[in-house]
């Protein structure tokens, strides 16, 4: 079966090579920019627009956009594609995690037992997770993350570089956490929260 890639920008450049490191070949990318058709990605070409992705169909895929949102929707629009999990071979994921179809594990990254990730997640560069923490669909650990063990982060949360969560706490759904914030209590979902000690700051619609 083909291999594409949904894509074409910085995101997608880390899954690529990726997706490369671990042995694979990308059969092409697709992007909506006009000014990407055409480019290569690390050896990589785009070959049309998401729209055109529907006529090359079903086939294996990554959704490689960082944005949580935008991985939903796709994979919402693209039903029957398979989509692969993949961990870059400089990653350490212990053999007793789940990972969810779509989800990428990059390079330094640690993952210990226990501990379950869904679908389309970005476990992105030199994350940790320690041991039985849950980390729901379309979850975005940004690079340098870490989490300490038993942590939940619900679906589509974005924890952003350089964070750091305590034991057993919990962030809610489709909340974003900023830049080197530390989470030291339970955070609701649909919220920006930054700080040390991370404090929410805004409320997100939940139309985004
Ligand atoms: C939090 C964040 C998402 C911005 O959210 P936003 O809703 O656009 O917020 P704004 O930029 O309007 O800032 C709102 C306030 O929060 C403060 N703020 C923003 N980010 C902050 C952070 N990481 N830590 C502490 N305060 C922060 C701003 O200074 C501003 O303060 P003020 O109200 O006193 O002026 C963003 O700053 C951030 O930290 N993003 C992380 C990006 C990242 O990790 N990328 C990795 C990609 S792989």
């Known amino acids: ?12 450049k880390v899954v690529v090579s990726t997706l490369l490191a671990a042995g694979l070949s990308i059969d092409g990318l697709f992007d909506d920019d006009p000014q990407k058709q055409g480019f290569c990605v690390l050896g990589a070409k785009v070959i049309g627009t998401i729209e055109d992705a529907k006529k090359r169909g079903p086939a294996q895929g990554v959704l490689a956009i960082g ?103 919990k962030v809610g759904a489709w909340t974003i956490v900023g830049a080197g914030a530390a989470v030291v209590e339970n955070l609701p979902p649909y919220v920006t929260a930054v700080g040390v000690p991370a404090k929410p700051k805004k409320v997100i619609s939940e139309e985004r």
């Open 1 to 12: 079966m083909k291999l594409y890639v949904f894509g074409a920008g910085g995101h997608a």
């Open 67 to 169: 944005n949580n949102q935008a991985r939903r929707l796709l994979a919402q629009e693209f039903p029957e594609w398979e989509w692969l999990s993949v961990v870059h071979p400089k990653a350490y994921v212990h053999p007793s995690v789940a990972l969810g179809p779509g989800t990428v594990v990059f390079a330094g990254t640690v993952v210990q037992p226990d501990t379950h990730i869904g679908a389309h997640v970005i476990i992105n560069t030199g994350a940790t997770v320690d041991h039985d923490c849950q980390i729901g669909d379309f979850v975005h650990l940004a690079p340098g993350v870490h989490l300490a063990g038993q942590v939940m982060i619900e679906e589509g949360a974005f924890i952003g570089i350089g964070s750091a969560v305590i034991p057993k706490v």
